[in-house]
C-alpha cells in the first residue's frame, strides 16, 4: 500500500495525494483541504480515457475553487486509471461508482463532514449520478452528460472511426460497436476500452441512477444543447430543481484528434465554469 | 505491480511539485534511480495514456527505483500552465527531484522522458555528471525550421565523451522523427556513432502513445535498455530484435 505525502501548497490550504485500499487494487485519491473546517465535501467524478486527461486542469480548478470556499474536495482516479491500480478489463460502471464511495468514505475522515455534493463531467456524470443515494448527497452537478450511456460508448466508436477516416481506413456503420459486442476491445487513440465496460453502460441513464428529487447542475457546451434539454426533461421528472447552463463555446472531447489536425487547440472550456460550478454547489451543500 | 509507491511533495526553484516515488522491490543496483519525465501537458504524468505510469511502475518491478514528476503548473503540481519552447527545458523540475532523490540515498540518475520530457532529459546532460543516462521517447531535435537545435546537438557530443548512455527512440515517420532524420546530416550523424548511443526506430506511431499495441513493446524495450545501459553490458543482445534499426 502505498504512503501519502501531506505538504501545503499555497498559502492557507492544504494537498494530499494517498492510494486508498479498494477491492479492484489501491485507488488514487488527490485531496484538497480548507484551512479550517470544512462547511462541506465534494468529490469529483472525472471522466475517462484522453477526456480525463482534457479535464483535469478544469477539475484541479474546481477543487481550489471549493477550497476557496471553505469546501474539501476530492478527485481520484478510477481503478486502473492513472496513479491507481489496478486490471483495466475491471473497469466498469459498477467498480467505478464503488472506487467513487471509497473516496467519498476517505474525504469524509479528511474532512470531518457528512454534507456532500457531486460532480461528474461525461460518463463520470454516470459515476456521480450513481453515488448520489449511496452517499446522501445534497447537490450533483454534471458536466457534458450523456442521457444514456450506451449514447457515450457510441460517440467513442464514432471517435474511433474518424480516426480510422484519418488513416485511410473505412468500415461498415456500426462496425466498432459490433466488435466490442463479440468481446473485442476497442482501441482508441492509444486507450483500450474493453468489452466488460461497453456492457456495463448498455441499459444505464443518468437519470435513472438518481435517488431522486435532488439539485442538479447540467453544465453543457454549445452544440450539445439536446443532450441538456432530454436530461433537463428527464430530471424534472424526477421532481429534481434543475439549472442548465449552456456555454457559449462548444467543448471539444479527444482533442488528441483535433490536435493532430490544430497544433495550437486549446483546452476545454470547463475551467471558466469551475468557480460557477464551486458556487452553486457551496450554497447547496453547505452544512 | 510495484505497490509501495509513495506519493511526493518535493521543492524545485521555489513552487512544490508533485511526484510519485516507485522503489524496486528487488533491486538491482543501489545507488541508481531513474527519473520519468512526461510530456509537457496539463495532465502532467496520467496524460498520454498513463503510459509514463506504466513505464515507472515496470522500471521499478525490474529493479530500478523511479520517480515520475508533474512538471511546474501541470497535474497535481501547482501554478500557472508553463509555457513549453523549445530549447527551454525545465531542468528545475528536473534538479527538484534529483534532489530528492539524493536525499534518499541516490546517487547516479537515468532520465526517461517523451518527447518534451524527452527533450528536457537530453539537455539535462550537460554540466550534470551525475546523469549516467538518458531514453529518449520521440525526443524534439530540431531548434527552429530546418536545422538542428544547438543545445540539441550539444548536448548529444557531451554525451557521447562523457560515455553517457543514450537511447533514441522514435516511430517511423512520426513528426518527431522527421526532425531527427532532417538533423542528421546537419551535424547529428557524426554525433551518433558515440558507443554508448542506441537508436531505434519502431514500425508504428510512437508519439503520444496512440498506439494501444506499441505501448507495451516500448516500455519493454527501454527496460530492457536499461538493463544494459545500467549493467554496463553492452554485449548484450541489442535491445530490439524484432524491430527494424535505423
Redesign the interface.
Known sequence: ??????????FGRR?L???VAAPG??V?C?THLPAGPARGAVVVCSPLFLE???N??AE?VLAEALVDLGFAAQRF?YRS???S?GDPQELTLETATLDCLLAAARLREHAGTDALGLVGTRWGALVAAGACGPLGARAVALWEAKPHAQAYVDELARTQAFYDLWRDERHPAGYHQQRLAAGHPL?L????IYPAFAASCSDEYVAGRLPGAIPTRLVHGRGREADSERLTAELATLGCPVTACVLDERVLWWA?VNRLLHPDHA?PPLEAEAGATARWLAERVAQ | ?S???????FPAAGE?L?G?FAPAERPRTADLAVVVLPEA???????????M?HLARAVADAGYASFRLDYHGT??S?GP?PVVLRDHPFLDDVDGAIEWLRAQGYRRFVLAGSCFGAHTALLAVPGRPHVHGVALLSCLIAGGHDRASQPVLASVAEAGERGVEVLFCFGRGDPNHVEFEAARPLGLDPLLAAPTIDVEVLDGPLH??????L?PRVIDMVVRWLARAVDGRRTLAPVTESWTSS
Open positions: 500500500m502505498g504512503r501519502g505525502g501531506l505538504a501545503p501548497v499555497a494537498r495525494a494517498e492510494w487494487g489501491p488514487m488527490y480525463a486527461s482534457e483535469a486542469r484541479l482516479d486509471c492513472g496513479n491500480f482501441k487513440l492509444g486507450w483500450r488528441g483546452p | 505491480m505497490v509501495a509507491e509513495r506519493a511526493v511533495f512544490t508533485f510519485v501537458i496539463p495532465a502532467g504524468m496520467r496524460g498520454e495514456n498513463a503510459v505510469v497535474g497535481e501547482p500552465l503520444s502513445f496512440v498506439d494501444a499495441d505501448q
